[in-house]
């Protein structure tokens, strides 16, 4: 079984940077398809889609200004079956994408990877003061629904911050839900 592949486009506003592809979402060929998985639903109600879209929708996340990538491209059970090594390791390809590709901003989907590509034991939500591939970097909680550190709606807040300062620094600079 293969990983997912990217949607990425040159410019975008946001590039989601999940952890890794789940089993189910490899085997789907879309981003975000394990049931309970809260990403589509905390997307639309933090403005970044006109709707809820359904996995099978991910490409049309280009039309938002927005992109799908991976730190680790290989599908596991549980995220738990990636190092912190393998997350280091990872790193420069996805570094690459980044400076290729040249979003407005990176989200990191949890802590976990953008900790091991930065070499710190301890990140803070939100954004961060250094730049990955030359792009600023930002760091959500993942919506997993295995992470029930966070509820949905302090999802729902955390990412709309993010997509109200990628608006606000885009040449798009318009709101979806108009807010």
């Known amino acids: 079984m293969s990983g997912l592949p990217d949607i990425l486009a040159d410019d975008l ?23 309970g998985n809260r990403f589509w639903p905390v997307l639309f109600r933090s403005g970044f889609t006109p709707r809820l879209f359904e996995p099978a929708d991910d490409r049309l996340l280009l039309n938002e ?10 599908p596991t059970a549980s995220v738990d079956q990636i190092s912190v090594s393998e997350f280091a390791g990872a ?7 980044i400076e290729v590709h040249k979003p407005g901003f990176v989200a990191f989907l949890g802590k976990k990877a953008y ?3 930065i070499d710190r ?8 003061t250094g ?10 909680p993942n919506p997993s629904g295995r992470n029930r550190g966070f ?23 318009s709101c ?3 807010r």
């Not at 200004?65 to 290989?74: S, W």
């Open 13 to 35: 506003d946001v590039v989601f940077c999940g952890l890794n592809p789940g089993l189910c979402a490899a085997d789907a060929g879309h981003h975000f398809v394990g049931r």
């Open 65 to 74: 200004g927005c992109g799908l990538t991976t730190v680790v491209a290989r």
């Open 91 to 97: 790193s420069d390809t996805l570094r690459r994408k």
């Open 115 to 117: 900790s091991a590509i």
């Open 121 to 128: 034991s301890t990140v803070e939500w939100g954004p961060q």
């Open 131 to 140: 730049l990955f591939g030359g792009t600023r970097a930002w760091v959500l």
């Open 151 to 173: 509820s949905f709606d302090e999802l729902v807040v955390a990412y709309r911050e993010l997509r109200l300062a990628a608006r606000a620094g885009t040449k798009r600079n």
């Open 176 to 178: 979806v839900d108009g």
